[in-house]
């Protein structure tokens, strides 16, 4: 199977060159048992450890529907940080907004990011960005020199960051995690930062 044959992730553009996919000899998937050269190497909460599912058992929704799991493990929601996760007892997830338990959101956009979008990996708990409850896109990990190559064109996300974590983003970056979202209906940017 070749790059070109793989599925296209909306939320996760970039997951192939970004590292969210290891590209591999063949391998079996443990999910469809097909061959694969791309195994995920992001984020996956579920009771089971899984690991080398393929990029089409995430796709589709087989890997989140056989083990019950989702890939993301917060996300920007009605001022909050939506988290689901499975509860064995009632055969179903619970949702929780921050910590209150809230009834089930049924919204297409949002499932495709929780059960059909690869994660990131990120050095304290990932949380995918939104605005508005609009996902962002996740487009790539920064370093301090690929920050400053796009201050200007970041403008607005790094003083939003800045602000949000309190933090100077001048230069400092190298014991921070930096994370850029894209908005898909406009140029606009959010950066995620955490630190070791």
């Given at each position: 199977?070749?790059?070109?044959?793989?599925?296209?992730?909306?939320?996760?553009?970039?997951?192939?060159?970004?590292?969210?996919?290891?590209?591999?000899?063949?391998?079996?998937?443990?999910?469809?048992?097909?061959?694969?050269?791309?195994?995920?190497?992001?984020?996956?909460?579920?009771?089971?450890?899984?690991?080398?599912?393929?990029?089409?058992?995430?796709?589709?929704?087989?890997?989140?529907?056989?083990?019950?799991?989702?890939?993301?493990?917060?996300?920007?929601?009605?001022?909050?940080?939506?988290?689901i996760t499975y509860d064995d007892q009632n055969e179903d997830f619970m949702y929780f907004l921050d910590y209150e338990e809230i009834p089930k959101?049924?919204?297409?956009?949002?499932?495709?990011?929780?059960?059909?979008?690869?994660?990131?990996?990120?050095?304290?708990?990932?949380?995918?960005?939104?605005?508005?409850?609009?996902?962002?896109?996740?487009?790539?990990?920064?370093?301090?020199?690929?920050?400053?190559?796009?201050?200007?064109?970041?403008?607005?996300?790094?003083?939003?960051?800045?602000?949000?974590?309190?933090?100077?983003?001048?230069?400092?970056?190298?014991?921070?995690?930096?994370?850029?979202?894209?908005?898909l209906r406009d140029d606009k940017y959010k950066l995620h930062v955490d630190f070791t």
């Amino acid at each position: 199977m070749s790059k070109d044959k793989v599925p296209f992730f909306r939320l996760q553009p970039n997951a192939y060159d970004n590292g969210i996919f290891e590209r591999v000899s063949m391998k079996i998937c443990p999910i469809c048992k097909q061959e694969t050269e791309y195994i995920y190497a992001g984020p996956f909460y579920s009771i089971e450890d899984v690991h080398e599912m393929c990029p089409w058992c995430i796709h589709n929704g087989t890997a989140a529907t056989k083990y019950k799991g989702v890939f993301q493990a917060a996300v920007e929601y009605n001022g909050g940080l939506l988290s689901i996760t499975y509860d064995d007892q009632n055969e179903d997830f619970m949702y929780f907004l921050d910590y209150e338990e809230i009834p089930k959101i049924n919204d297409k956009e949002l499932d495709e990011l929780l059960f059909r979008t690869p994660g990131y990996v990120s050095w304290q708990e990932s949380q995918w960005l939104s605005k508005d409850n609009e996902l962002y896109a996740f487009i790539e990990y920064l370093d301090s020199q690929k920050l400053g190559d796009m201050r200007e064109q970041l403008g607005d996300a790094i003083v939003q960051a800045e602000a949000k974590y309190g933090i100077s983003l001048d230069g400092s970056a190298e014991d921070a995690g930096i994370y850029l979202f894209k908005s898909l209906r406009d140029d606009k940017y959010k950066l995620h930062v955490d630190f070791t």
